[in-house]
């Protein structure tokens, strides 16, 4: 079993920075995918970002690619979202996720929320205009 716990938001203006981080409990963490979702009143849950466990390889959706960029530290367990130019649209509460340990994700499934099958609470990011 995995705990996740994600810190970090707040409130920011429009083009400012923020970096969240998500901590896991767990021996296994770096055998681990991590993806981080947002979700907006009203909205369903999206895709932000992944990254792998074999290779720390990198996945983004066109909307943030560029903006945000996804990075993990085994030796913490944590993994870490930083994301610059923020825009009001990223208002959202984000939420850390994992797969479980072993898992070899394509990449096209990244986005998708049923591969992983750990999440956290979320933390609430609102960007001012």
């Known amino acids: 079993q995995v705990q996740l716990a994600e810190s970090g938001g707040g409130l920011v203006q429009a083009g400012g920075s923020l970096q969240l981080s998500c901590i896991a409990s767990g021996r296994t963490f770096s055998k681990h995918t991590m993806g981080w979702f947002r979700q907006a009143p009203g909205k369903e849950r999206e895709f932000v970002a992944a990254i792998s466990w074999i290779g720390s390889t990198t996945h983004y959706p066109d909307s943030v690619k560029g903006r945000f960029t996804v990075s993990r530290d085994d030796a913490k367990n944590t993994v870490y979202l930083q994301m610059n130019s923020l825009k009001p649209d990223d208002t959202a509460v984000y939420y850390c996720?994992?797969?479980?340990?072993?898992?070899?994700?394509?990449?096209?499934?990244?986005?998708?929320?049923?591969?992983?099958?750990?999440w956290g609470q979320g933390t609430q990011v609102t960007v001012s205009s």
């Open positions: 996720a994992a797969t479980r340990a072993y898992t070899g994700t394509r990449l096209t499934n990244l986005p998708n929320l049923q591969e992983y099958d750990y």
